[in-house]
C-alpha cells in the first residue's frame, strides 16, 4: 500500500482568498493536495489531529504550512510559536503569506523561525511565481 503524499496546509480566512491560492496553486503544476482551514484553531488541531481532524493521520505531517497572521481565534504568529513549541512539528517548513507590510510582524516571524515571510500578490500570475519559488516542485514528493 502507497502510503498517502503529506499536503501542504493553508490557513488564510479569507475564502476568496483562499480560492485564488488554490487556483494559482493549480496553475503553478503543484501536485500535493492543498487543505484549507480558515482559523488559527483550526490549524493547530488539524497539524495536532484533534477535534474535527482527529482521524487525520498523525504521522503524515504537511510538508508545509502557508500561513496568514491576521487570523480569526488565534493569529498567524501565534500558530507559529506553537509549531515551534512541538517536538514533531519544530522543523516544519512555514511561509507567511499575508497583506501586512509591518516589520515588527516580519521580524517576530522570523524570529519564531519562518521559512519566507510574503506580502500577497496582487494579480494571479505574480501569485503562480511566489507558490513556485515557495514549493518547487522538487519537493513535492516529500
Known amino acids: 500500500m502507497t502510503p498517502p503524499v503529506p499536503p501542504v496546509l493553508l490557513v488564510e480566512d479569507d475564502p476568496n482568498h483562499a480560492m485564488i491560492f488554490a487556483h494559482a496553486w493549480k496553475r503553478a503544476g503543484r501536485r500535493p493536495t492543498l487543505e484549507t482551514v480558515s482559523d488559527g484553531d483550526q490549524a493547530v488541531a ?17 510538508t508545509r504550512v502557508i500561513l496568514d497572521l491576521k487570523l480569526p481565534r488565534r493569529s498567524g504568529l501565534d500558530v507559529l510559536a506553537w509549531i515551534r513549541e512541538q517536538p514533531r ?16 510582524d516580519r521580524t517576530r516571524a522570523e524570529a519564531l523561525g519562518v521559512e519566507g515571510f510574503h506580502v500577497k500578490p496582487v494579480g ?19
Open 46 to 62: 488539524f497539524l495536532a489531529c484533534e477535534g474535527a481532524f482527529q482521524e487525520r493521520a498523525r504521522d503524515v505531517v504537511p
Open 89 to 104: 512539528l519544530r522543523a516544519l517548513p512555514v511561509s507567511i503569506l499575508t497583506s501586512s507590510e509591518e516589520t515588527s
Open 124 to 142: 494571479l500570475a505574480e501569485l503562480v511565481q511566489l507558490i513556485q519559488r515557495i514549493e518547487p516542485l522538487g519537493i513535492q514528493g516529500r
